[in-house]
């Protein structure tokens, strides 16, 4: 499990703050207005009003022990560069700034932030989704908490048997496919590659390097998934 920190908490943090929660990840949500810090104080591990600008304030709340801080301050940009700027001072391993225009982002970029992300090319719930599991290729949500997930295959996996990773007990999501690419000769001679879809997997089947996995589950047992 990460520990995030969540700064702003407008329509976009405050999504990213609870879908971050929902996957079982450990979240402190910052903003300076009392009424959003209230709605989220249930459903996070820590909600704090304070002005992300100062530093001080940020690490009397341990915000300066956090994996990733995304700053999704919207309205006031010289608050979220102020915030990325005191964040990566802190040496915060990665903070991630959501930027509204592309000379934001490249300002954002400039003062060091470790990603930028933009909220026309990413949705709050793909980006949970993206830190929560960062191995996950592709995600497609079915009802609220629940998803399909394509999962690169982690090295804990290769060379084992679908029996033996025994998903269902001990993840409690289940494999629905598995893509491989083979490699083969044309007729001319030529090598290339296709692809192949397992969609009745066996339990004798082996994972492979390179396979990936197609995966149905909540996204909390989806977060608790091999990484590597």
Same mark, same amino acid.
């Given at each position: 499990m990460?520990?995030?920190a ?14 971050l929660?929902e996957?079982?990840?450990?979240v402190?949500a910052i903003?300076?207005r @009392?009424? &959003?810090?209230e709605?989220?104080r249930?459903? %996070? *591990? +820590? =909600?704090?009003?304070?002005d992300?600008? /100062?530093? @001080?304030? &940020?690490t009397?709340q341990?915000?300066?022990? %956090? *994996? +990733? =801080?995304?700053v999704?301050i919207?309205e /006031? ?10 964040l990566k001072?802190?040496?915060?391993p990665k903070v ?7 000379i ?7 003062i ?14 793909r980006l949970?989704?993206?830190?929560a ?14 998803s ?7 090295k804990?996996f290769?060379?084992?048997?679908i029996?033996?990773i ?7 999501v ?6 491989r ?7 001319e001679?030529?090598?290339v590659?296709?692809e ?7 339990p004798t ?6 396979d990936v ?5 909540s996204?909390?047992n ?7």
């Open positions: 990460a520990r995030y969540v700064i702003g908490l407008g329509r976009f943090g405050m999504m990213l703050a609870r879908a929660a996957r079982g990840q450990e402190i903003d300076h @009392r009424d &959003l810090v709605g989220v249930e459903e %996070v *591990d +820590v =909600a704090v009003r304070l992300a600008t /100062d530093e @001080r304030a &940020l009397a341990g915000a300066d022990k %956090v *994996d +990733v =801080a995304i999704s919207g /006031d940009f010289e608050a979220a560069a102020l915030a990325t700027s005191v001072g802190l040496n915060v991630i700034a959501r930027a509204q225009t592309p934001r982002a490249k300002i954002l970029s400039l060091g932030a470790d990603e930028v992300v933009s909220p026309e090319d990413e949705s709050a719930i949970a989704q993206r830190l599991a960062p191995n996950i290729i592709d995600y497609l949500p079915l009802a609220p908490g629940h399909v997930v394509q999962l690169q295959a982690p804990k290769h060379g084992k048997s029996a033996e025994d998903l269902r007990r001990k993840y409690e289940n494999l629905v496919a598995i893509k690419r083979l490699a083969h000769r044309t007729p001679g030529k090598e590659t296709e192949e879809i397992s969609d009745v997997p066996r089947d082996i994972i492979q390097e390179g996995l197609i995966i149905l589950g996204d909390e989806v977060s608790r998934l091999p990484t590597d």
